[in-house]
Every structure is written in structure tokens, then in C-alpha cells.
């Protein structure tokens, strides 16, 4: 007798340095590749895992949902613990539940939380430095603020992504952006219901571009308004982006639904 598949989500976090990103390769340590290992090691099955987002090369997470499914008997709340112990050290499962049979982590997902923290200074980090990308040369983070504005609402997104993408759509909306600072770090948080390939680093660069005075408010807007990419600005490093939230309607994941990092 053929046991019914259980569809169970996994809430991880990982740290992105060692990482060629989520998604799997045939050459390159990938996230997806180890996860799809460990459940092979604990369940003796051979599955494709479904995850939230595509995080590219060097980029962290401290929420990042997924789902598989499985017939093992594993209880669904304790298969994160046989996981981990499989898992290597830069990945950890925080919490593991059943799901409805037709949940999808990437496609159910309605917003998503991305925090990009940098500093702003000639010296760079020593600790946390895999964290928290540096930012040379000095910023005019009152221009920057006037431009942040401009990113909020529904856009055509199309400069602000890298060539790789194959998505029809490029219009996204951003819910929410700001620039906190504590002590050191700046950080800026952008929540919306989905980003483009390198959008949200690209809206740091661009930031930065604005700062140092080599982009104009002006040009940001046409850049939203025509789509074009050179009145953006380049790509942040990876190493200062990082996954932070998750969120999902309940009836779709049958329990409460917003994620965040711890």
C-alpha cells in the first residue's frame, strides 16, 4: 500500500557566503542542492524542494520558507531536528509544520522582506563583515532620502534589474522602504510582493550613485518612468542583502502566515 506524500514547510536560515545561491547547480554549492541531500540522508527519498525566492551567490537569509513533499513517518513538527543534524553548519531549519497539499512557498508568497546593510566608511569591517558590505566616499543621505520615496507604490522595474531574468512581468510593488541607522550600520529595508532578478541591490547602488552625486532625483525617476538602465545605478555587493521576512494568506498555509528573522 502507497502512503500518501505529506506536503511540510521548512522556515531556514543560512548564511549566503559559501553559497552559489538557492537555486540548484551542476557545478557550485547551492542551498537547494544541500537541502535536497539532507532529506535524501534522513528520508531515503530523492525530492525537488520548492523555495521561496532565488537568492543569488553570497546572499544570506534569516527566513527563507520552503516545502517538499514526502511519505515518511517523521512527524512533521520533528523532521527538522534529524535535518539539522545532517545539515551543514551554515544552515540551520528553525521550524517544520505540514502544509496544505497544494502549497507552494514561491508561488503563495505575497510579500517579501529584504534588508541591505552597509556602512559608510573608508575602513572596512573586520567582524560581521560577511554581513555588511562597505560603502566608500561621502553620501548625501538627505538626497538619498528624497529618493527612496520614489521606489514606494507600483512600478514598471525594469531598470532595476540584471540581464538572466525571463519573468513576463517586471511590474512590481513596493510596499514599504526606509534607511534606519544604528551606531554604524545602515540598513534599508525593502518589503514589496515580489523583486526582480538584483532589484533590491540595484535600488542600494542606485542609492549610492544618488549619495555620492553621480545620479540625480531626476534621473532615478526617468529610470522608473522609460525603463532605462543606465539612469540606475550598479549593483550592490551580495554580501550586504539579506532575506528577512515572508509572508503568506492563511488559508493558503493553513496556519498564521508572516515569517520573520530572528
Known amino acids: 500500500m502507497t502512503r500518501d506524500l ?3 514547510a521548512l ?3 543560512f548564511e549566503g557566503t559559501g553559497f ?3 537555486q540548484a547547480q551542476d557545478f557550485g554549492r547551492t542551498v537547494q ?3 535536497e541531500r539532507a532529506i535524501l540522508a534522513v528520508t531515503g527519498e530523492t525530492v525537488r524542494v520548492t523555495g521561496c525566492s532565488r537568492t543569488d551567490a553570497g546572499v544570506h537569509a534569516s527566513c527563507y520558507v520552503m516545502n517538499f513533499r514526502t511519505a515518511s513517518t517523521i512527524p512533521p513538527d520533528r523532521i527538522k531536528f534529524p535535518l539539522n543534524n545532517v545539515l551543514p553548519a551554515d544552515i540551520r531549519i528553525r521550524e517544520s509544520f505540514a502544509v496544505p497539499p497544494e502549497f507552494h512557498a514561491r508561488k503563495h508568497a505575497r510579500a517579501k522582506t529584504y534588508c541591505y546593510r552597509f556602512i559608510n566608511s573608508d575602513t572596512d569591517l573586520a567582524v560581521g563583515r560577511q554581513y555588511v558590505a562597505q560603502e566608500k566616499g561621502e553620501l548625501d543621505f538627505a538626497a538619498i532620502g528624497e529618493t527612496l520615496e520614489l521606489f514606494r507604490g507600483t512600478h514598471d522595474f525594469r531598470a532595476f534589474r540584471s540581464t538572466g531574468s525571463s519573468v513576463q512581468s517586471t511590474t512590481r510593488t513596493i510596499y514599504d522602504i526606509r534607511l534606519d541607522r544604528q551606531d554604524r550600520v545602515f540598513t534599508l529595508t525593502v518589503s514589496g510582493d515580489g523583486f526582480l532578478y538584483n532589484m533590491v541591490r540595484i535600488i ?3 542609492l549610492f550613485y544618488v549619495g555620492h552625486g553621480t545620479r540625480t532625483l531626476e534621473e532615478v525617476r526617468e529610470a522608473l518612468m ?3 538602465r543606465l539612469k ?3 549593483v ?3 554580501r550586504g542583502l539579506m532575506l528577512e521576512g515572508v509572508a503568506y494568506d492563511p488559508q493558503d498555509i493553513g496556519r498564521d502566515g508572516n515569517f520573520h528573522g530572528s
Request: net charge negative; hydrophobic share 40%; no cysteine.
Open 11 to 13: 522556515v531556514l536560515e
Open 232 to 234: 540606475a545605478g550598479r
Open 204 to 206: 542600494a547602488g542606485t
Open 33 to 35: 542542492n544541500e537541502m
Open 226 to 228: 522609460h525603463g532605462d
Open 236 to 238: 550592490a555587493p551580495a
Open 6 to 8: 505529506i506536503n511540510i
Open 20 to 22: 552559489n545561491g538557492w
